[in-house]
């Protein structure tokens, strides 16, 4: 998943990522991490934020948390993260407080893949096509 942002009149990418134990240490615990990589330095500037997996699940009452896209929201100066499994966007603060968390309803969004927003404020998701037809919906702010 990425996004572009400018931070400090620089221009950054964003990462978000599902970090599981098998990736790096069976002793360490799931979590979702979003990193920062800087475009002008050609290298990771590091995590942004870091959620342990057990937390997260706590505050969303799921079992489980895949992202699946994520877009920075200049205007707020918040992260949105999607899952197309869960139905879910989250909206944190740059240090990774949870502040918001949207369900959205599986008639109208069978895989949710993109999450972007125009300057207006308007939300845009794209869900992916597969067996049906893709689908981009709009939501005013």
């Known amino acids: ?44 500037a590091g995590a942004l934020f870091e959620i342990p997996m057990e937390e997260l699940r706590q505050s969303i009452g799921k079992k489980h948390f895949n992202p699946s896209g ?16 869960q139905r879910l966007i989250l909206e944190f603060t ?6 918001a968390i949207m369900q959205l309803a599986k008639k109208e969004h069978h895989q949710v893949e993109g999450i ?5 404020g ?3 998701l794209a869900d ?3 067996k049906r037809r893709a689908r981009l919906s709009l939501y005013s702010p």
């Open 128 to 130: 992916e096509g597969e």
């Open 94 to 99: 740059l240090n990774g407080e949870l502040i």
């Open 116 to 120: 972007s927003f125009l300057s207006n």
């Open 70 to 85: 994520i877009v920075y929201r200049s205007i707020t100066g918040t992260v949105f993260l999607i899952a197309a499994r």
């Open 1 to 44: 998943m990425r996004s572009v942002k400018w931070k400090d009149s620089r221009l950054t990418l964003l990462i978000g990522a599902l970090a599981c134990k098998q990736m790096f240490d069976d002793n360490q615990p799931e979590q979702v991490s979003v990193f920062a990589w800087s475009v002008d330095e050609e290298k990771l």
């Open 122 to 124: 308007l939300l845009i």
